[in-house]
């Protein structure tokens, strides 16, 4: 083949032979392919056959101008008809063969498809425009990640101008919220798959935070290798503000913003779920206020929505984090108490309460007071599901209304019981200390080596005028909840000590008598000052002082009680560590305490010996004493057989029924009178 043959047959464009009238020569298989037809097809036809008519005289004035000699060569533009009929914009280049005569021999044409290159440069407008006036941001990085180019809604989100972008790594919009994982994973997508799409936290130029959904793809070249990054997104903070809000609308009250029934439902649902698992209660408290409907029509709606209001807030202030307090609707309120261990527990919510509404409202000049009346139904007790809970606090409201203004009633009527006979308790507790009605008794420790009485535990007893005497076990827990333990503690320090020193003036010998100490004493700022204000007062030598700590109390230290306790030891006083075993002090630990000596509870003394794990632990305790030059004294010994064993362990003393029960003052001194007891075989 001629090498012109070749190119004819190869051309990109089409190439054509034309006679001087215009019909076809030649076509070559670009031309055929432009215009559909076959090109033994051509050869039948002319030029204006694949012209439309509007173009034809294009063509006509050329060849024209060609015969009459004023021209041989012409561009120009055009359309041509396909054989299925659409156009096609072309550019054709035509020049005219002549004989030596003159006369036009045939036609040399080239055609240039112009609708491939014209729909480039449309999309190549089109994609410019898209990039400019997009209200995504764009941002294009070159396959090492550096910025080429970022578009104006880039800049409006950001607040970055291209300027300040190009040639940058994108990370300097990160806003640190996401962890290593997140963009690994990110990459990872990138890599696998060629795109990433997510919602990202990402910081604005003013170091705002902002929400995007950014979508990045990779562009890769023709030889498969990574070109650019192209990441779009768009800034949906402010959607997601909206939704939060439509969010919160949807579970609360818009006037006070308390959670709504639904949520309340929710919670309590929750809550029920998580008792269930751990065997606790969960109290629903339904509250309704006794005078709105009053507020509501002498002072007016608005007046009413303030009043609403102010007792949200209130009540929100009366609650820990994990309750929940909602609005019901109208005056009704509710409150889920999700961790009730004691009664004692919602009585004194209910009280705080009470306590938050006395204090009058001002509304319009007019100081308004509230009340609630107040149902209580209680988890698992009083129902099982949340609609017998709602409906059996509501009856229980119901009663509190009848009862009268400014109460509460519990569901079951034993549980009503229960929480008057803790009233009564507490409002004779409270006189209890001005009316004289607390007595010590004290318990003797034994020697083991030699049975003497080597000291006493003072332990407190409340003689009620109608019960008689109430075991501290049912009254300090309510004395620690009402804080009245403080005071009380304080008598018992001052009882002790001016007794002690009574016994060693009448010569009943010398002992330390020790004193149980509530954690809350502890943690008051003045307990330092309070002990030696005892000691001074009485005039006791502080050796004879001894106070019992529990391991809770020493776990829950701080560095200023601590200080407090090194600083009472070197003045002589002794402390012991009560109920050794049933908390977690570690070894490490006890070498820093300033105490003198363990009580072995007496839950580990009682099954010695026989139970092996019990065994063990006495003897770990005793050995642990030994080390530490500590004195070990076993609590709860009742019987010869525990006595014996602890002998044999070599324990130094011991306290329990085996040899006197807690005694008063009085009885106790006979003790201090009497013979050794017999001790060790
Ligand atoms: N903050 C204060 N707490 C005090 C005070 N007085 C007592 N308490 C604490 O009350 C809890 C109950 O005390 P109590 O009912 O007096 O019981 C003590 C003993 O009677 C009892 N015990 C003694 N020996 C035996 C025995 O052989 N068997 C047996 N079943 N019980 C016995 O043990 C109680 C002493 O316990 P502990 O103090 O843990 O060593 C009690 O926790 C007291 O601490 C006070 O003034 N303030």
Redesign the pocket.
Known sequence: MKEVDWIFEHAPHGLALGSPEGRWLAANPAYCRMLGYEERELLQMDVYDVTPEEDQAITRRFLDAVHRGEMDTAIYEKRYRHKQGHLIEVRVAVAAVRHPDGSVSHFVVQVVDLSTARERENKLRLYGELFEHSNEAILITDRDNRIVAVNPAFTRITGYGAKEVLGRNPRFLSSGRHDRAFYQQMWRALKTTGHWEGEIINRRKDGREYHEWLSISVIHDEQGQVQNFVAIFTDISSLKDAYAQVEFLAYHDPLTLLPNRVLLRDRLQQAIGEAHREGRQVALLYLDLDNFKHVNDSLGHGVGDRFLQEIARRLRNCLREDDTVSRQGGDEFAIVLPHVRRLDHIVSVIEKIQTALAEPIALQGQQVRASFSIGVALYPDDGGDIDTLVKHADVAMYHAKEAGRDTYRFFTPAMNARVRARLRLENRLRQALEQGEFE??Y?PRVRLADGRICGA?????WRHPEDGWI???DF?PLAEEIGL?VP??QW?LEEVCRQNLEWQRRGLGEIPVA????AM?FRRPDFRDRIVRVLADTGIDPRWLEL?LTESVLLQHTDEIMATLQWLRSLGVNFAI??FGTGYSSLAYLKQLPVSML?V??SFVRDVPGDPNDEAIVKAVIELGQVFGLQVVA????TEAQLQFLCRLGCDSV????FS??QPAAEFERLLCREPFRTCD
């Open positions: 010590l008794w318990q535990e003072a332990l407190l007893r075991s501290p076990g300090i333990i009380i503690d018992v004193v149980n100490l509530s004493d019992e009560d109920d009580k509870d007496r609590e709860g010994v009742e306290q329990g029924f085996r029960r807690p």
